[in-house]
């Protein structure tokens, strides 16, 4: 087997961007470009069946692991990968099962639903992960990085998935004895709008949770404010590179497991960095010769929360190669500010409290106009009836149930399948990004009679021909 020592760089997005070193921690260069992490010699396919292998290979939780059975991809350490004892001396997992168990799965009725064959459509699992969400391949990435700069306090601002994973990832570290006592998670969030479960997952691994008037936007600009005072804090939100690093490994498991490239990657967009990652993974692979063509990125917003779709379908705002004016992003979020300061989008504005997000991360919206020019991507939105009728369709396979955000993404292919933009016969890889942690609002749903995909328990006596009746019923 092949131990490859990657030597990486933090650069900025645009090319031939300024380099740091990897080392810097920071998010975005002096000039306020975004930077990436970048690796300076390329890793070879045939490591691809090295990752394959490692799947079923015994004790080892870094083989297991989905993010770091493929550590050559992310090798920012630059650590001997063979090496268990490196990769425990420096690498964090929650026990190898970040991304460990995420399909692909079939759902056919999902794939009829849409109207497309159930072989043309497979979907990405996140659900299973330790805290439930795709975010814990980003969480150890990141708590691996915070580690080697010894980071006594993370901070992080969230819908509430993220803090639940971070939170996860640091009690576990604590209880192996591997972070000390005294480091701790920052979780600011907006009050009222995080589904109960997410909440409770961040208050049961002990995160210090501080709720906020406001939205997420608001956490979010919170939290920055909080590392302008003190930039000893270290920010887990997937503006910081290496969260980024850890999600594109969802990517690599899509073409993994379809063994091809789909034609399209169908992705809900929130704050914007999963579609950041799925396209960082997508660079890696084409800069290492491992790909020709690339997918196409779909992006789903919330209808009410659909800054993207604005931005890039309204706006028409492109990339243009780098050759683009970083004010652009924040000036049009000042305009989105006036045209939006007295109006409904300062509540909460869907279900989909997961994307419920109104000014994602410029670094990450920047990110997302590379994306999708590179891939030829599309972005769509759907409502919150949309979102509960693809849920439902996705639940009645009786494989799990999903968060309403990963629901957006089968809303929205469904969408861009009726709109002409996908097409029969091609290959569709879509997110289901976490399970339902909201089962409050879900039981609201399954219980009201008035939606399509209710199904309320009956409520009888304790008499057997009552009983009997009801099942008999015609
Ligand atoms: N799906 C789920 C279940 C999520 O929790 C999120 C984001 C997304 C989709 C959207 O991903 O932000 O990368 O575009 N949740 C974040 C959080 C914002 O704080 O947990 P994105």
Redesign the pocket.
Known sequence: MQTVIQTAVLREIVPSGLTYGIDERRAISERGIPLEVRYITPIDKSLERVWEGRKNSGKNIFNKSGVWRRREALNFLGINTESYEECAANLVSLDGSEGANSGPFRLSNAAQYVGLPSGDVSFLYEGNNPSG???DRGTVVVATDGRRHDVKRYI????????A?MAAVIANEKVGGRYSRDVELIVIIPHGRVATE?LLQAQAYGAKIIQIDGD?DAALEMSRQLREIDPTMYPVN?YNPFRIEG?KTETFDIIEYLKQVPDWII?????????A?IHKALLDMREWGWIGKVPRIAVVNAANANTLELFYNREGVRWNHGDFDVRSVGEFYSELRMERASDRHRKRSTHMS??D?HY?AEE?MMKALRALEDTNGVVTSVTDAEAWEAKAVIDSNGMFMV?L??AAALAGLRRLFRAGNIERGQIVGVRL??RDKDTGLSARYYNNPRMKHSNVPLQLPNDVEAVKNAIYVQ
């Not at 992080?156 to 803090?163: D, E, L, M, Y």
């Open positions: 969400s795709f975010k992080v601002a969230s819908t509430g998935n993220t803090a994973s997410k997420f997937s999600q992705t809900p967009g929130g704050n914007l960095g999963s579609t990652a997961a994307i997000i994602p990450n968060d955000a990963s990004t976490g």
